[in-house]
Structure formats: C-alpha cells, structure tokens
C-alpha cells in the first residue's frame, strides 16, 4: 500500500509539472514594468538594439519631457523604474524620492555643455562671472554651472541663474534674456549645428562624473525583482550595442526625436556612455555631486550615497 502510494504522489507530480510550469511563464507574462524614460532615452535605444523583442513580462512604457517630471512620477508610484541622470537624480533623492539607484551608467560628461550665441563676448569659461545662465534647478545643466564656479573659486551669487525648462531656455538664449544657457545631449547637438552657438565649457576633463542612473521603486526591486533585473540586463546589451554602431543607432534615435541623423549622431559620439557596476567610485562620485548640491543650498541636508544604492543587480551586467 505504502508503495503504490508513493508512486501514485509521484504520477500526479509528474501529470502536474507542466501545469505549474506554465503557471510560472503565465505569472512571469502577466509581469508589468512600469519604466519611465525621457525622448530619446532607453526605450530608443533598446528598440534600436533589438533587446525588445521575446520579453517574458510586458514593459508599459512613459515618456517625460525632462528628469524632474520624471522623478515626480517614480515618487509617485506611477512608474516603478526610471534613467535620469546624476544631478536630478541627486536632488530627488535629497527630496525624500522611494526610490534606489540599481544600475549606473557612465559617459565622458561632455555631452552636457553651456552653451552661448556665436557673436557673445563669451569664450572661456570664466567669461561667465556675473553673466545669466538659463538651466532648469537640479538639473545636470545646474551642476555644469556649479562645477565652473567651484573649480574657478567663485561665490555662490557669481552667476545669476534662470530657472527654466530647455524649451523655454533655448527661447530666452534665442531673445537675450539670458547670456548662456547650460543643457545636454541633443540639446547641445542642436543649439550648435542648427543654432550656430558655441559650447564655451563641458563636463569633460572632470567637471561632472558622466554618471546616469536608473532608479527602482522599492516595491520593483522586492516584486518584480526578475523583470528588472532582465531589464537591466537586456538595457546594458544595448548600450554596447550602441557604442559599437552609433550610426543605425542615430538613425533610429533620430527619427523617435525628431531630429536630423547629424544632431543624434554628434550627441551619442560626444557622451560615449556604457553601463558600469555599483562600486566605490561610483559611490564616491555621487558623494561629491551630492556634497556639491548642499554646498550650493540646492538640498537641504546632506545626502548619504552609500545608503542610495542597491548593487544587488551588479551580476546582470555580464
């Protein structure tokens, strides 16, 4: 009897595996990564690189016009995941965000770049004392300014700032409302091929870490730990994808911006960014960054770097 009843546990064990199997794809299908993103950001790029395709869950997708309405939206649970890079990323985590940075990225800085008309008395980068500088509060741009002032030794009111989002920046550099005007990637792209504005310093030789971050929802990295983790995975292949066909990937960047191939194409030769580990750089990066913005009073209180991060998905990298 003892055996016949091991053998009929084992019959219907063996009658179930495929039903639980199929439970588990059904349960991974039924998946959903809610990933914020800004124009031209991952959902580009991965499109580009082919890494959409057989996804075993389902991305629902959210595009932002800049990281500061994007951040909200994490804070907000309206997505689970997000890339932005270090400045705003910083700032929202001062805020108070729910949020941790699992996966870095880390490019030359130098596709972030205050920018001036062709015909300013403007040519190096301490021209711009005293001068007005457009740049949204937070932003990657803020920390080029702040960058320049601290290198040049400069008080906290040597620069006069225009808090403004880049659509209405590039309006104010344009009417001469302001004197320069400091962004990033296609941006810069196209204030210098389409505008004829000169970039008078970047983010290279050191100024800015050339760090992005993508940020997860606590409830993401406990819930959805195996989609994120095969997100982060399947967004690091396309970044070397990337470095190594810059011209398909211009073109498909090109076309999701609306801009020309030569804007999307100068912007991706001028970042050169690929997906690194969490390790004690990086920390010590975004320490640096983050001392920056309390010394300039854009956080109210120091902000821990170490305590940010979550390298637990540092393996996925490959």
């Known amino acids: 009897m003892r055996q016949t009843s091991i053998l009929t546990r ?6 179930a595996a495929p039903a639980l ?15 914020g993103d800004q124009r031209g950001g991952a959902q580009a790029l991965m499109k580009a690189a082919g890494v959409l395709n057989d996804l075993p869950y389902r991305v629902e997708w959210s595009q932002f016009a800049a990281a500061a309405p994007l951040l909200e939206a994490v804070n907000a649970n309206a997505v689970d995941t997000a890339f932005a890079g270090d400045a705003p990323v910083t700032f929202a985590l001062a805020s108070g965000i729910a949020a941790k940075i699992v996966g870095v990225v880390r490019g030359t800085g130098a596709s972030t770049a205050i920018v001036v008309p062709d015909g300013a008395a403007i040519h190096r980068a301490d021209d711009l004392r005293g001068k007005r500088i457009a740049t949204n509060r937070g932003s990657i741009g803020h920390a080029l300014v702040l960058a320049v002032a601290e290198r040049y030794g400069w008080p906290a009111d040597a620069v ?20 320069a005007w400091s962004t990033w990637n296609t ?3 196209q204030a210098v091929l389409n505008d004829h504005a000169r970039v008078v310093v970047d983010g290279s030789q050191g100024l800015l870490t050339g760090l992005s971050f993508q940020v997860a929802r606590p409830e993401a990295i406990a819930g959805k730990r195996t989609a ?26 090109a076309a999701d911006i609306g801009v020309s191939e030569a804007i999307a194409l100068r912007s991706l030769q001028t970042e050169r960014a690929a ?38 998905f540092n393996g996925v990298l490959g």
């Open 228 to 253: 994120l983790g095969d997100f982060i995975a399947r967004v690091t292949r396309a970044r070397r994808w990337g470095l190594n066909n810059e011209t398909a990937y211009a073109a498909v960047l």
């Open 275 to 312: 997906a690194v580990p969490i390790d004690a750089a990086v920390i010590a990066d975004e320490q640096r960054t983050a001392d920056r913005y309390l010394a300039a009073r854009v956080i109210p209180e120091r902000l821990a770097a170490a305590g940010v991060f979550d390298a637990s």
């Open 187 to 189: 941006y810069v792209a």
């Open 21 to 35: 199997l199929l439970a588990g794809r059904r349960a991974a299908a039924e998946t959903v990564l809610r990933v």
């Open 160 to 179: 006069k700032l225009a808090n403004l989002l880049p659509a209405d920046a590039k309006t104010a550099l344009a009417g001469g409302a302001v004197e």
């Open 10 to 15: 084992r019959r219907t064990l063996l009658l």
